[in-house]
């Protein structure tokens, strides 16, 4: 069974950097898309970037800013997402999710709960 659990969100002031975590289990990844996504506060959810889980190679929304920063480290089965220069507006709950397409895919069949973010000005 494929399990998503992320960490690391909380309470943070603007210019702060975070890094977020995602811990899989349950499955080989090895052929796996691992993407970030978001859900500001009364908006839709968001894609933030992704991670072909094999190779390293990642792709990111043309609307996000190069402040998100996509990586995994293989032995321990875990993605993350490092969020420099944080902004209000980067308020949102924070969810990674797992699929068996290309990292350009948008269709995940697996997510995890979501672990809030909220940054104060």
């Known amino acids: 069974q494929v399990q998503l659990n992320e960490s690391g969100g909380g309470l943070v002031q603007a210019g702060d950097s975070l890094r977020l975590s995602c811990k899989l289990s349950?499955?080989?990844?090895?052929?796996?898309?691992l993407g970030w996504f978001r859900r500001p506060p009364g908006k839709e959810r968001e894609f933030v970037g992704s991670?072909?889980?094999?190779?390293?190679?990642?792709y990111y929304s043309d609307s996000i800013e190069g402040r998100f920063t996509v990586s995994r480290i293989n032995r321990v089965s875990t993605l993350y997402l490092l969020i420099d220069n944080l902004k209000p507006e980067d308020t949102a709950v924070y969810y990674c999710?797992?699929?068996?397409?290309?990292?350009?895919?948008?269709?995940?069949?697996?997510w995890g709960q979501g672990t809030q973010v909220t940054v104060s000005s």
């Open positions: 991670i072909r889980w094999i190779d390293g190679v990642t």
């Open positions: 349950g499955h080989s990844f090895h052929q796996y898309s």
């Open positions: 999710a797992a699929s068996v397409n290309d990292i350009t895919s948008l269709d995940y069949a697996y």
